[in-house]
Structure formats: structure tokens, C-alpha cells
């Protein structure tokens, strides 16, 4: 298929495929019209690729995964490692920025029982 078609069959736009086959996260054949062509275990790959952005990983940080011979784990490809070393990396970063916001929440919070306590005290000086 072109990539035309693989954009309208995953949603992806053809500036971001082009942007994948960049970081080696798709592979497309060349036509002999330079055209690329891309076959249908693509669009899985593109739905993964999707998947791991929305879960806040870069292109370079997928890269590894995305490369594990069509995410199978076998003995010795390092796929097992590589997937639970970025994954286990990501999940603290991921708690290290939920405690942050609950942190921001509590001051937040903090500032609003300041501020409306304030305005309480103007209005019954009025």
C-alpha cells in the first residue's frame, strides 16, 4: 500500500509516517519509482507507535520496543530487557509527575482557603 492509504488507515498524517521511516520505526520498500510501499504489518506498527506516544514515550525512547522482531520476545534479542527497563523508567517518571501535581494541588488548594478567607473579611467591612 502507499502511504497515502496507510494514513487514512491508521489516522496518522503522511508527514508523521514519513517522520517514523526517519527513526526507523517503519520500514517501507522503495518502488522502482522511489514511491514507498508499505505492507499491511505496518499498520500495526504505526497503531504501536501511536499507542507509545500517548503514553508519553519519544520516538527515540520506542525505537527499541518497536524493533523487538514484531514485538516477540525471544531468547537473547534483549526485547525482554530493553521493554522492562523503558517501562519501568517511564512509571517513575510518570509517579514523580503525579506526586508533583498533588503537591501543586495541596498549594493550590492552600491559596484559594487564603484567598476567599480574604474576601470574606472585605465584604464584612463593607
Same mark, same amino acid.
Given at each position: 500500500?502507499?502511504?497515502?492509504?496507510?494514513?487514512?488507515?491508521?489516522?496518522?498524517? +503522511?508527514?508523521?509516517?514519513?517522520?517514523?521511516?526517519?527513526? &526507523?520505526?517503519?520500514?517501507?520498500?522503495?518502488?522502482?519509482?522511489?514511491? &514507498?510501499? $508499505?505492507?499491511?504489518?505496518? %499498520? =500495526?506498527?504505526?497503531? /504501536?507507535?501511536?499507542?507509545?506516544?500517548?503514553?508519553?514515550?519519544?520516538?527515540?525512547? %520506542?525505537?527499541? %520496543?518497536?524493533?523487538?522482531?514484531? $514485538?516477540? /520476545?525471544?531468547?537473547?534479542?534483549?526485547?525482554?530487557?530493553? /521493554?522492562? +527497563?523503558?517501562?519501568? =523508567?517511564?512509571?517513575?517518571?510518570?509517579? +514523580?509527575?503525579?506526586?508533583?501535581?498533588?503537591?501543586? =494541588?495541596?498549594?493550590?488548594?492552600?491559596?484559594?482557603? $487564603?484567598? &476567599?478567607? =480574604?474576601?470574606?473579611?472585605? +465584604? &464584612?467591612?463593607?
Amino acid at each position: 500500500m502507499m502511504i497515502g492509504e496507510l494514513s487514512k488507515r491508521t489516522g496518522v498524517s +503522511e508527514r508523521s509516517l514519513r517522520y517514523y521511516e526517519k527513526k &526507523r520505526l517503519i520500514s517501507p520498500s522503495r518502488l522502482k519509482n522511489g514511491y &514507498r510501499e $508499505f505492507k499491511e504489518s505496518d %499498520i =500495526e506498527k504505526v497503531q /504501536a507507535v501511536q499507542l507509545f506516544l500517548e503514553l508519553g514515550l519519544n520516538t527515540d525512547e %520506542i525505537y527499541p %520496543i518497536i524493533s523487538c522482531n514484531n $514485538f516477540q /520476545a525471544t531468547k537473547n534479542n534483549g526485547c525482554t530487557d530493553s /521493554a522492562i +527497563e523503558l517501562y519501568s =523508567e517511564k512509571l517513575k517518571s510518570v509517579r +514523580e509527575q503525579i506526586q508533583h501535581l498533588r503537591d501543586t =494541588e495541596q498549594h493550590l488548594e492552600i491559596l484559594l482557603k $487564603f484567598w &476567599r478567607e =480574604e474576601k470574606k473579611k472585605e +465584604e &464584612r467591612r463593607d
